[in-house]
């Protein structure tokens, strides 16, 4: 069983804001799937379907982005989810928007619900994927940047094709290795990164 869980924070209010890219992703996702079974509990939205042969959770955590970890550890440990099987879909502000970073494993660097969730399971060997959405070069408050809407001076088109790949990338993960997918998706080094 694979998981995959894009991160946001519940609530209109928040729907379509550069902190919720995980969510969309997981709508993303959902409409191209035919069959879901879906679950409110353990402190989330849980879709449950197979893709190929392999049985897959889609979550969106509930419990606001700082306590993402909650919901997290809970389900891993309902399910019994090996956590190198556990898929992290997350914003970065220090990518460029729309690029992709995935990772088998490392430090949640500045991103509150990654901290959350490598403190609630006491581990941070779980595969995690960045979505770059920008930053506002400290013009304004980091949390009325992230919980802000797209503005159209942004690369709008760089973040929906980001989705798009991400979204690949994620059905790809749920039948394959997260070094598979890594060697497939990241998105290439730039000669200044």
Not at 19 to 40: A, P, T, Y
Not at 141 to 162: C, M, Q, R, T, W
Not at 165 to 190: D, G, V, W
Request: charged share 25%; proline share 4%.
């Amino acid at each position: 069983m694979k998981l995959i869980v894009g991160l946001g924070n519940p609530g209109k209010e928040y729907e379509k804001t550069r902190h919720n890219i995980g969510f969309d992703i997981i709508d993303k996702i959902l409409e191209s799937l035919d069959s879901v079974n879906k679950k409110v509990r353990l402190k989330s939205i849980i879709y449950e379907t197979n893709i190929g042969s392999n049985k897959i959770l889609l979550v969106k955590p509930q419990t606001y982005m700082n306590l993402s970890g909650e919901a997290i550890s809970e389900i891993i440990s309902w399910y019994k989810i090996d956590i190198e099987n556990c898929l992290v879909i997350v914003d970065d502000i220090d990518l460029p928007p729309g690029k992709i970073r995935i990772r088998q494993f490392g430090s949640p660097g500045t991103h509150n619900g990654l901290k959350n969730i490598v403190q609630q399971l006491n581990n941070s060997n779980f595969p995690r994927m960045r979505i770059g959405v920008g930053s506002d070069k400290g013009n304004r408050d980091l949390k009325d940047f992230v919980l802000g809407k797209y503005e159209s001076s942004e690369s709008a088109e760089n973040i929906l094709n980001a989705i798009n790949i991400a979204k690949e990338a994620a059905l790809f993960f749920a039948q394959n290795s997260i070094q598979l997918t890594m060697n497939r998706y990241n998105t290439p080094k730039e000669k200044n990164e």
